[in-house]
C-alpha cells in the first residue's frame, strides 16, 4: 500500500472526460468490465470488485451533484470533510495533485490511507466544480492490482457542459451555515478604561469571545476577559440581531453592556458583580467565510472588515486571510464561556443570557405525569417532587476518571461532586458495593450553604458494564424521608430499579428551530474467532457506520448513512442517503418525508450534558456538530 498514494496521482493526471455508456446524473462513463453495482440511489451509485483469495477490493462511487461553495477549493474541502473525513477518518491529511479544467469544469484530486481493523486502504476523492455545481467520485481500494480498471474509469468520464449561470446561491444556505456558536480565544493584550478599549498591556490569562446566531436571526455576543495583573474578570454581554446578504453579516446591537467581576479566591472563576456599565452599540458589516483547514481538518467562520472594531479587537495573526478574525464551533475542546450561575447578582433584565446549558434551546423543562419536574441547569439536571430532590449530574472528567479501588473512586466523587456545596457534613457512610456492575452509595447529613437547611444526602452510582452509569445526588429533609421515596440501603447489586430509573428524567421536549445543524451517530465493532480446539486465529468480522442528520432552513433535511462491514481482508462498503422536509406531529416526535424511499416517525427527545444537548431519535443518540 505505500504506492497506493503515487500510482493514485499519477493516473488522475492522465485522466480526461471522454466516451460513455452510462449516466448517473450529469456524468456519463464507462463501467470497468466484471465489476458489480452495489448500490443504485438517487444519491449515489457505487460499483465494486473483491478477491477473496488475496482479501484485497476496489469501489468506486459516484455522489449526484450539489450546489457548489463557490470555488475548486471550497468544493473539494466540503467533499473531503462530507465523503471522506466523516465515515472513513484517515490517519493523514490528502496529497493533492494539480487541478486540471476542461469544458467549463474544474477538477481537483487527493487521496489519504485510512485503517480498518488493523488493516490499511486508500481512498481517494475526485471533485469537479463548475456552472454552480459540484460532483464527486470515491475510490476506495486496499490494492494496485486494479490501477487499470481505475484509469480508464476516470479516462471514461464525461460531465454535460451545462448553461453558464450567475445566480447567487440563496441568502438562507448563507444563514443557516452560520447558525450555532462560534469561539475563539487568545491572549489578553488589551485592558479597559472606562470600559473602552484598549490603553495598556496586560501580561497572563486569557480572553475568549462568543456570538451564538439563532435561526429566528438574532444573536447573542459574550466576551470573557480574566489577566493575572488585573483585579477584576470583565465580561461584556451583548444581543442584537443580524441580516446576512451573501456573503456579508451584518451585525445591529440593540443592548450591550460590560460587567466588572471580583475574583472568586483570586481565580478565574466568577465572584460578585462589582459594576455594570452600558456600551455603545457598534453596527458592524462583516464579510464572512466558512474556511476548512484541511491540515487540521476544521472548519472556522472567518470575519474580515477594513478596520479592527472595537467588539472584536485586534486582527488574528493567521494571514490566510487579510484583516481577519477566526471563530471556531464550539466543542468539547473549543469550550462555551462559563456565565456567572443563576444565584450570583443577576445581569440587567434588558440583557439577559439563556441559560448555561440550555443553548437557546425552546424547552428546558419537563412536567413528568408522576408528579417530578426536571429542569435545565448548569452542571446537572435538577428533578424534583413534593420535598425530594435529584440531581442528575453531568459527565465530570475528574469525578468520573476510573479507580480501580471502588472505595477511593467513591470518596472522590463525592468531594467533588457534594461536598463543594455544604458548609458541613455528619454521620458521613460510604457504603460501595463489588460486583459485575458495582454500586457507589454515599450518604450523610449536611447543611446547605445556601439555605442554611440541614438535608440528607445520598451519592448512587450503578457502574454498568458498558461505562453509562451516571452520579445521581438525592437531596431529601431526612434520612426515613428518602427510604420513603427511594427504599433503604441493602447489600447486593440487585433491587436498585428506583434510584436507577430517576437517571430516564434527563429528557426534554423537541422544536423544530432546535434541530437545525448536523447530528452524528457512529459506531464501531468487532468479533474475533478462535478455532475451538486449537486456538488458532480463525477471523475477525468488523463493522463501522457513521449517520448523519443535516436539518436546514424551511424544515429541509439531508440524512447520509455510511457502513463498512464484513471479514477482514474483504471488507464490503454501502452508502445511502435521503432527503426532504421534515415536521413535528408534536414534541415528542419526529417525521421525515423520506428515509429509502417511504416516511418515517421517530420518538425523539433531547438529555443534556454540560453546555449542549444529545438528540435521541427511537433511542439513538446523535451529537451535533457546533
Not at 305 to 313: L, V
Request: net charge neutral; proline share 4%.
Amino acid at each position: 500500500m505505500k504506492t497506493a498514494v503515487s500510482f493514485f496521482l499519477l493516473l488522475f493526471a492522465c485522466s480526461s472526460f471522454a466516451q460513455q455508456n452510462e449516466t448517473f446524473d450529469l456524468a456519463t462513463y464507462t463501467t470497468p468490465k466484471g465489476w458489480k453495482k452495489t448500490s443504485n440511489t438517487n444519491d449515489v451509485i457505487s460499483y465494486a470488485i473483491t478477491n477473496n483469495q488475496t482479501g484485497t477490493y476496489c469501489q468506486i462511487g459516484i455522489y449526484r451533484s450539489t450546489g457548489s461553495k463557490g470555488t475548486l477549493q471550497a468544493d473539494f474541502d466540503s467533499e473531503w470533510q462530507e465523503l471522506i473525513v466523516k465515515t472513513y477518518k484517515p490517519t493523514a491529511i490528502p496529497k493533492l495533485v494539480p487541478s486540471a479544467s476542461e469544458n467549463g469544469w474544474d477538477a481537483q484530486g487527493g487521496a489519504a490511507p485510512f485503517e480498518f481493523s488493523g488493516a490499511q486502504s486508500v481512498a481517494m476523492l475526485v471533485t469537479m466544480s463548475g456552472y454552480g455545481k459540484c460532483m464527486s467520485i470515491v475510490i476506495l481500494t486496499n490494492t494496485e492490482d486494479y490501477q487499470t480498471e481505475i484509469e480508464k474509469f476516470l479516462e471514461s468520464v464525461d460531465l454535460k457542459k451545462l448553461e453558464a449561470t450567475t445566480q447567487p446561491v440563496k441568502d438562507p444556505e448563507y444563514s443557516s451555515s452560520i447558525v450555532g456558536s462560534w469561539g475563539k480565544s487568545a491572549s489578553p493584550n488589551q485592558k479597559y478604561d472606562d470600559y473602552k478599549r484598549p490603553y495598556s498591556l496586560i501580561n497572563g490569562g486569557y480572553q475568549k469571545d462568543q456570538y451564538t446566531f439563532h435561526p429566528d436571526g438574532t444573536y447573542s455576543y459574550f466576551s470573557k476577559t480574566f489577566a493575572m495583573t488585573f483585579d477584576k474578570i470583565l465580561l461584556v454581554k451583548e444581543n442584537g440581531t443580524y441580516l446576512v446578504s451573501k456573503n456579508h453579516l451584518t451585525v445591529n446591537p440593540q443592548k450591550s453592556v460590560i460587567e466588572s467581576w471580583s475574583k472568586k479566591d483570586g481565580t478565574d472563576k466568577w465572584g460578585n458583580l462589582l459594576t455594570t456599565q452600558n456600551r455603545t452599540p457598534e453596527k458592524i458589516t462583516y464579510q464572512f467565510t466558512k474556511h476548512y483547514f484541511s491540515g487540521i481538518q476544521e472548519w472556522n467562520l472567518v470575519f474580515q472588515t477594513d478596520k479592527e472594531t472595537q467588539r472584536d479587537g485586534t486582527f488574528s495573526s493567521n494571514t490566510t486571510f487579510n484583516n481577519a478574525w477566526y471563530f471556531k464551533p464550539i466543542s468539547t475542546t473549543n469550550t462555551a464561556i462559563e456565565l456567572p450561575a443563576d444565584n450570583m447578582a443577576q445581569p440587567p433584565a434588558e440583557v439577559v443570557a439563556n441559560p448555561v446549558g440550555t443553548r437557546g434551546f425552546q424547552f428546558s423543562a419537563t412536567n413528568f405525569d408522576d408528579g417530578w419536574t426536571s429542569t435545565v441547569q448548569q452542571d446537572w439536571v435538577q428533578v424534583r417532587k413534593g420535598n425530594s430532590t435529584v440531581l442528575i449530574h453531568y459527565p465530570n472528567k475528574t469525578a468520573d476518571a476510573y479507580n480501580s479501588v471502588l472505595l477511593d473512586g467513591l470518596k472522590n466523587a463525592w468531594n467533588i461532586l457534594v461536598a463543594v456545596k455544604y458548609s458541613a457534613t455528619s454521620n458521613l457512610e460510604l457504603k460501595p458495593i463489588s460486583g459485575w456492575q458495582s454500586i457507589e452509595f454515599a450518604e450523610a447529613d449536611a447543611v446547605e450553604k445556601t439555605t442554611g437547611k440541614t438535608v440528607h444526602v445520598v451519592l448512587f452510582k450503578m457502574n454498568y458494564s458498558n461505562g453509562s452509569g451516571k452520579y445521581l445526588e438525592f437531596i431529601t429533609p431526612d434520612k426515613n424521608s428518602f427510604e420513603q421515596e427511594f427504599g433503604p440501603y441493602h447489600q447486593t447489586t440487585s433491587g436498585w430499579e428506583k434510584m436507577e430509573g430517576m437517571a430516564t428524567y434527563n429528557k426534554f421536549a423537541v422544536a423544530a428551530s432546535d434541530l437545525t445543524g448536523i447530528w452524528t451517530n457512529d459506531f464501531s465493532g468487532a468479533l474475533q474467532y478462535v478455532n475451538a480446539y486449537t486456538g488458532a486465529d480463525a477471523g475477525m468480522d468488523t463493522h463501522a457506520s457513521n449517520e448523519r442528520f443535516e436539518f436546514g432552513p424551511g424544515n429541509t433535511y439531508k440524512w447520509s448513512l455510511g457502513v463498512a462491514s464484513g471479514q477482514v481482508g474483504n471488507i464490503k462498503f454501502q452508502s445511502a442517503k435521503s432527503s426532504g422536509n421534515f415536521s413535528l406531529p408534536d414534541n415528542w416526535k419526529v417525521t421525515l418525508s423520506d428515509m429509502e424511499g417511504k416516511p418515517r416517525t421517530f420518538n425523539a427527545f433531547f438529555s443534556c450534558v454540560k453546555g449542549a444537548r444529545m438528540l435521541w431519535l427511537d433511542e439513538r443518540g446523535y451529537g451535533r456538530i457546533e
